[in-house]
T-cell receptor
Framework: TQLLEQSPQFLSIQEGENLTVYCNSS?????LQWYRQEPGEGPVLLVT?????EVKKLKRLTFQFGDARKDSSLHITAAQPGDTGLYLC??????????FGAGTTVTVRA | NAGVTQTPKFQVLKTGQSMTLQCAQD?????MYWYRQDPGMGLRLIYY???????DKGEVPNGYNVSRLNKREFSLRLESAAPSQTCVYFC??????????FGPGTRLTVT
């Protein structure tokens, strides 16, 4: 059983469209991280959010941490083919160990 | 500055064979981790080392052992490989704060 549930599992959209990926849990986390992973490579950290209600923007990507620190979302505006990849959320606790969601595979068609 | 390096990149083993996966980081990080990634399951923590000389079990430690050889190196050993250990293995290191750096992975197939 995954501690963090990601939805949707797969997402295929046209270039220029917007998309949102969700990460939900019944557990409280001290931090929430989002990663992007490309085929044959390791995950690359995109952002860390630590405060309930926090919103962070990274160019066309917007990350939000829920008020209760149990859920998070990743929104991409005007998606580009370069945004294609596996997006993973990971919750951190005080022992610095991470629990990962199963991932969302995003495909942006040109 | 190479970050986190892993060897080998690919390996095929027969059931019952043993092997050691190597990981090294050049960022002077205290904490290092080994994860396995199975399709549709994200990453699951096998073992971690919070500092040189210490190791602890993660979520899925059965069938694995680890050694924190020094601050730079953290190895993962499979004593008797099983088909259920077929997956991609990632090494990760972290320093102060929330920065995490993953290696490129080792793709292992056990037949």
């Amino acid at each position: 059983t995954q501690l963090l549930e990601q939805s949707p599992q797969f997402l295929s959209i046209q270039e220029g469209e917007n998309l949102t990926v969700y990460c939900n849990s019944s557990s409280v986390f001290s931090s929430l991280q989002w990663y992007r992973q490309e085929p044959g490579e390791g995950p690359v950290l995109l952002v860390t959010v630590v405060t309930g209600g926090e919103v962070k923007k990274l160019k066309r990507l917007t990350f939000q941490f829920g008020d209760a620190r149990k859920d998070s979302s990743l929104h991409i505006t005007a998606a580009q083919p370069g945004d294609t990849g596996l997006y993973l959320c990971a919750g951190g606790r005080d022992d610095y160990k991470l629990s990962f969601g199963a991932g969302t595979t995003v495909t942006v068609r040109a | 500055n190479a970050g986190v390096t892993q060897t080998p990149k690919f390996q095929v083993l027969k059931t019952g064979q043993s092997m050691t996966l190597q990981c090294a980081q050049d960022m002077n990080h205290n904490s290092m981790y080994w994860y396995r990634q199975d399709p549709g399951m994200g990453l699951r923590l096998i073992y971690y080392s919070a500092s040189e000389g210490t190791t602890d079990k993660g979520e899925v430690p059965n069938g694995y052992n680890v050694s924190r050889l020094n601050k730079r190196e953290f190895s993962l050993r499979l004593e008797s490989a099983a088909p259920s250990q077929t997956c991609v293995y990632f090494c990760d290191s972290s320093g102060q704060g929330y920065e995490q750096y993953f290696g490129p992975g080792t793709r292992l197939t056990v037949t």
